[in-house]
């Protein structure tokens, strides 16, 4: 019989006993259904009555503007189901016990992100119904539906890797939760951010030289644009316009930026997906070193 | 059981244990007393794999204490003074978990969870959540959790602390039980008195260095001046302090009221020939005997000395 994580297993118990989650499903199918109803009354009720004709090409976009909010929902929903991981059982004082049995850090990590991600499972599949409005119209295939479950999952593992990674760090569960957010902000806007600032920097001094009735040079901000491999949001950009495009408008996007090798232009979500699981690995190991209490000092944390 | 060796800690620039010694053999319940601050809970953190000593070894059954920590874990059960519970997880079920963890699933568990509510007498409060109970009952079924895995040594911080009387003699009764068991323990306790009839051996530690361990009479007679000698004057208070003051056995006047307590370290021909000097001298002596030995007038006798020298 399949061995589960006891850390996993108690907090699937204690979590679906908490009114909390209810108020999570509610809230998170609540804001999809509006969101997914919008864009229904957009393709079809707007446009007929004020363009006089439907445009049935323009119906991927309903499922376009569903997985988005879904993702940001994710985005959103992770940090706080897992910033709390470790620093929530260390306020509560649970964690010195668990720390003495023959559990070990790793486990303990690993269960508690197994009950975030399966939290998210959960929304995932409390949302089909949302997520099934495109199926009545057509458009996107089971397959493009699995590949963005499956999106869904890499997501909640990087963040969540991310919210646990700070959870150890910090005592308090509020500092890993602000922490969090931060790092989010940071990955979702700041490498943007970065990323224009950089082209803009070049592009400035390329106006310098750049002489009227001559070839006029565009600033190409090379290998940095490799950053947004890490941005989860560049990730499901990728992953929708392939699956309701023709993955030109990503090339577009990062042509305004500068050139990337074609490999990783049309491998974009692999790559980032892998990558992504990556720092999560990196994360989680940093995370399981930080719980062991009998690890080296670090110097900027004092001893319990 | 357990060996401690030549243990150090340092927090910053306090010295928590300083070549803390201490050995504890199979069967023995062993009192760890000490003044607040004194390094008992860092004694046991470090034991548990808690918390990474500076220098020093500690040997559980054997086994060393900076090798192998998972099979140490399996051999110790610990109950930390402060703990929290998990919400939302009745009391079969919180045992359950920690079975668990050392591989005890089923009806196994079950079976052997109910068995230890039994003995902390939980049994009638199996399926009542466990943040709903009262911190007596808490703590007595934080003491069956640290049991679920039938580990070879018990380390108690202070079990009996905010307990009201009847919870603390319940305590009692139970680490009794498990020491008739053959159970090792290893408990710390402020509440001199129960510690002194629940243990074997006790260790009074101060400043993280074991100041004096053994059974209790074995420290108390080693200790000889620990029981303090009572003198009441009904007049002439004065001329008995002068005489205490030039006899030489005489150490730490105390002066209450109109009774006197000295430690005296001689034996009982020099008690007479003192009670002599002081009535000849013209005090009017209404009492004088040697208090009875209890380990609490010997903490406070040692931990008081160990001030004074340092």
Known sequence: M?????????????????????????????????????????????????????????????????????????????PALTAGAIAGEREKQTLEILLTTKLSPIQI???????????????????????????????????????FMLLIIVTAIYIGSIGIFFSALFKKTTSA???????????????????????VIIQMKLDNINIEGTIYQVADIGNWLLLWLINPAVTCFAMIERQIGTGKELNDFLGNFGSVSLYIRNNWFLISTVLQLGISILLLNFSSRLLNPLRKRCYWRKDA | MLTIKNLTKKYSKTMALDNLNLNIKKGEIFGFVGPNGAGKTTTMRIVTGLLKA?????????????????????????????????????????????????????????????????????????????????RGMKQRLCLARSLVHNPELLILDEPASGLDPR?????????????????????SSHILPELAQMCSHIGIIEKGKMVVSGTVDEIISARGAARPILIKCTDEQEKAVEILKQNRFTRNITIRDNLITILFSGDEVQEAALLSAMVQHGAHISFFAREESNLEALFLQITTQEEQAT
């Not at chain 1, 199918?29 to 090409?57: C, I, K, M, P, Q």
């Not at chain 1, 922490?179 to 990955?187: F, R, V």
Request: proline content about 1%; hydrophobic content about 50%; charged content about 20%.
């Open chain 1, 177 to 199: 939760t602000v922490a969090t957010y931060g790092t989010l902000l940071i990955l979702v806007i700041g490498t943007i951010g970065v990323a224009w600032v950089i082209n």
């Open chain 2, 54 to 134: 500076d220098s020093g070894d500690v040997y559980v059954d054997g086994v060393n204490a900076g090798g192998n920590h998972k099979i140490l874990k399996s051999k110790i059960g610990y109950m930390p003074d402060f703990f929290g519970v998990y919400d939302n997880l009745k009391a079969i079920e919180y045992m359950e978990f920690y079975a668990s963890i050392y591989g005890i699933v089923g009806k196994e568990a079950k079976k052997l969870c109910l068995e230890l509510m039994e003995l902390v007498q939980l049994s009638e409060k199996a399926d009542s959540y466990v943040d709903e109970m009262s």
């Open chain 2, 167 to 187: 919870a603390r003699y319940e305590m009692k009764e139970i680490l009794k039980e498990l020491h008739y068991r053959g159970m090792t323990i290893l408990i």
């Open chain 1, 109 to 147: 990590i690993m269960g508690k992100l197994a009950s975030s991600i399966s939290m998210m499972i959960l929304l995932a599949f409390s949302s089909l119904p949302v997520l099934a409005l495109v199926f009545s119209v057509g458009g996107v295939t089971l397959k493009d539906f699995a590949e």
């Open chain 1, 2 to 78: 399949l061995k589960l994580n006891p850390v996993y297993q108690r907090e699937l118990k204690t979590g679906v006993r908490s009114f909390r989650t209810a108020l999570i499903i509610l809230g998170y199918n609540g804001l999809l259904a509006l969101f997914g109803l919008f864009a229904f009354y957009v393709t079809f009720e707007y446009e007929h009555r004020f363009g006089g004709s439907v445009d049935y090409a323009s119906i991927l976009r309903i499922y376009a503007i569903i997985a988005a909010t879904e993702f940001c929902l994710v985005l959103f929903s992770v």
